[in-house]
């Protein structure tokens, strides 16, 4: 029974940093869709930029951990913020699916662009700080799951002061309310949706440098499956609204681990997306999502 439990205790810190990581990821989808009700499906693949931005700023630029951060959050965020203007801003305006189909092919044209700069080959994350390992009741944590607990609540801290407290987050509120009586009031929609993709592109350039720093590896395609599975978090925690995406990536993270400590990990994959049809099956607006009906 004391195994258990201490496998249990394992595996929940086990999850809590890789959800944590989710969660990053997550809020950029949020963010985006909070405002435009667009799906950015090159959001993950932003993510795989990040962590090639840090991996640079390590090894080429011999940066420390933080100044790597750093640069990896302004690189990716610059990057969101191009995207947003080059791929979506000229389709404001056209049919959702015709974003959609944008966002696919600026996901491609990411992956594959990646390849063609770095190779499809797996780089290997330099160690930018020292692991160290701590037994705690037979409980075994990490250095580098503290760090990534850290910094992910570190970074969700200050999103959170920036929307609810700064005139940009007053704006971003307005705009997702009502984009159009925003624009009449004088905000600068273009210009607040510029900064939305910008932090949100930041935090998931961060997730990718702790997913290096955590894994060890990077390769061009390692965006496909975590932006899924951060998409999957938002939907779960309840699109658009930010605290939710902080508690479904945390949520989608446990349970990942739980069924790969206790089942298999083949089924770790399988019970993310499960848990989506079950979402949209039972509460497709998600946990802290309110369902709202809407005249025709």
Request: glycine residues 12%; aromatic residues 10%.
């Amino acid at each position: 029974m004391e195994s258990f439990f201490h496998q249990l205790i394992q595996q929940l810190i086990n999850g809590i940093s890789l959800g944590s990581i989710y969660a990053l990821i997550a809020l950029g989808y949020t963010m985006v869709y909070g405002i435009m009700k667009l799906i950015n499906f090159a959001h993950g693949d932003v993510y795989m930029v990040g962590a090639y931005f840090g991996f640079f700023a390590t090894t080429v630029l011999h940066l420390s951990f933080v100044p790597a951060l750093i640069v990896a959050m302004i690189g990716a965020g610059l990057l969101g913020m191009f995207i947003e203007r080059a791929a979506y801003r000229p389709l404001r305006d056209a049919p959702k699916i015709a974003v959609l189909i944008t966002a696919i092919g600026v996901s491609l044209l990411l992956e594959y662009g990646g390849m063609l700069l770095v190779t499809p080959q797996p780089r290997t994350f330099p160690k930018v700080f020292e692991a160290v390992t701590y037994n705690i009741g037979g409980i075994v944590v990490n250095s580098q799951q503290i760090v990534i607990l850290v910094v992910s609540i570190l970074l969700m801290v200050i999103l959170t002061y920036v929307v609810n407290r700064t005139m940009i987050g007053k704006a971003m509120r307005a705009a997702s309310f009502d984009m159009d009586a925003a624009r009449l009031m004088g905000i600068n929609v273009d210009q607040v949706v510029s900064f939305t993709f910008g932090i949100g592109s930041a935090l998931a350039g961060a997730g990718g440098v702790l997913v290096g720093v955590y894994y060890n590896s990077i390769d061009p395609l390692m965006g496909i499956m975590p932006g899924l599975k951060a998409f999957v978090a938002a939907v779960l925690g309840g699109i658009g609204i930010i605290p939710g995406a902080m508690i479904g990536g945390v949520i989608l993270g446990v349970i990942e681990a739980l069924v790969s400590g206790f089942i298999s990990s083949t089924f770790r994959d399988a019970a993310a997306f499960g848990i989506l049809i079950l979402i949209l099956l039972f509460k497709p607006s998600g946990i802290l999502g309110k369902n709202v009906r809407e005249k025709v």
